[in-house]
């Protein structure tokens, strides 16, 4: 098996960005806007977290490439890049889950 990361695929989705909507279904998604996006990563989850319960491991292997596909898109669609989130995630890691969520500012 060759080795891919998500850098490889986040530099992948910024390629397919830069692509015709003809040949990119990355560059189509993006043309919808934002919200097109996230509808999507919203499906995706939903789909991620049937095959989940679903008990079919290849299932919920499949649904979950497409969820972080997804996420992936959302991101470039944002100007967000996947440093930025690993950033996030290791700002958490000096205090447990529980700390973490109960200092976040209340919505």
Not at 43 to 63: F, G, M, N, Y
């Amino acid at each position: 098996m060759t080795e891919f990361s998500l850098y490889d695929l986040e530099k992948r989705v910024k390629e397919r960005a830069a692509a015709s909507a003809e040949v990119s279904y990355t560059r189509k998604l993006l043309d919808r806007g934002v919200a097109h996006c996230a509808k999507k990563l919203g499906e995706e989850a939903v789909e991620t977290a049937l095959a989940a319960v679903s008990e079919d491991r290849d299932h919920l292997i499949a649904e979950a490439a497409d969820l972080l596909y997804h996420l992936l898109v959302v991101l470039e669609a944002r100007g967000v890049a996947l440093a930025d989130v690993e950033a996030a995630l290791g700002r958490r890691t000096g205090q447990s889950g529980l700390e973490e969520k109960a200092a976040r500012p209340r919505a």
